[in-house]
């Protein structure tokens, strides 16, 4: 009688140990690669929105700063000890920490002096041509030291430095993930007596970075406008 003997094949112990080990190691690589392509694609999105952010304010300045005759622009310089940004009951206010250094501020219009080296502000107080509503502008921190532009409206402005107080409602321009960095507004007489020129400068950054600052790619987002006044100035 004729015996059959079954062999049986398959993979050794050795054997599945490596194509485990070189599995694991390719997974490892293709993990590894994925990672750093979301941190790149997060990082780009991040810096696209900072520049989305800072674009369009220089847009909403441009057009109300060019469309506003020059008697009716004022600019001004308060600091973060005079004034800070702040969100109370879920609404962004501005916060007035010294009531007697804002007064001394707001005096005089930084752009009708003579010193050639005090022409330069953060918040600048604008009636469009037409209209006789003020639109005021300006660059606050709040009191971890981000910052914020804002915008506000009125109708019946008489004392500027009522223009950010506790009843105005203020808008806030750039994104909460976004940090203004710094943020000046240059006034410039070229001397024909009917235009102005300013020069604003803002830089941005935004706060959700998922890479390390050696990354190749700049954080900052950085923008200068010259906006004129386009001969709007009263004859």
């Known amino acids: 009688m004729k015996r059959n003997i079954l062999i049986y094949k398959g993979f050794s112990l050795v054997e599945m140990l490596l194509t485990i080990?070189?599995?694991?190691?390719?997974?490892?690589?293709?993990?590894?690669?994925?990672?750093?392509?979301?941190?790149?694609?997060n990082t780009a999105n991040s810096k696209?929105?900072?520049?989305?952010?800072?674009?369009?304010?220089?847009?909403v300045f441009n057009r109300s700063v060019s469309n506003t005759e020059l008697d009716d622009i004022y600019l001004y310089k308060p600091t973060q000890q005079d004034r800070e940004f702040s969100v109370s009951t879920g609404f962004p206010k501005i916060a007035t920490l010294n009531p007697s250094n804002?007064?001394?501020?707001?005096?005089?219009?930084?752009i009708s002096l003579n010193d050639p080296n005090n022409r330069s502000g953060n918040e600048i107080h604008v009636?469009?041509?037409?209209?006789?509503?003020?639109?005021?502008?300006?660059?606050?921190?709040?009191?971890?030291?981000?910052?914020?532009l804002v915008k506000t409206t009125n109708p019946n402005l008489t004392d500027h430095s009522s223009c950010f107080n506790d009843s105005a409602v203020i808008t806030v321009l750039n994104s909460f993930s976004i940090n203004v960095k710094?943020?000046?507004?240059?006034?410039?007489d070229i001397g024909d007596d009917k235009n102005s020129m300013f020069i604003i400068n803002s830089t941005m950054t935004p706060l959700f970075w998922p890479v390390s600052d050696s990354f190749p790619v700049t954080r900052d987002v950085s923008r200068q406008v010259v906006i004129s006044t386009e001969a709007l100035t009263r004859y």
Do not use: E, H
């Open 21 to 41: 080990m070189i599995l694991s190691i390719v997974m490892l690589l293709v993990a590894t690669t994925l990672n750093t392509v979301i941190k790149a694609s």
């Open 48 to 59: 696209n929105a900072a520049r989305s952010d800072i674009n369009y304010i220089m847009d």
């Open 102 to 110: 804002i007064d001394d501020v707001y005096v005089n219009d930084i």
């Open 127 to 148: 009636k469009i041509y037409g209209y006789p509503v003020w639109t005021c502008l300006g660059f606050f921190k709040d009191a971890d030291g981000y910052g914020y």
């Open 182 to 188: 710094d943020f000046n507004i240059q006034y410039v």
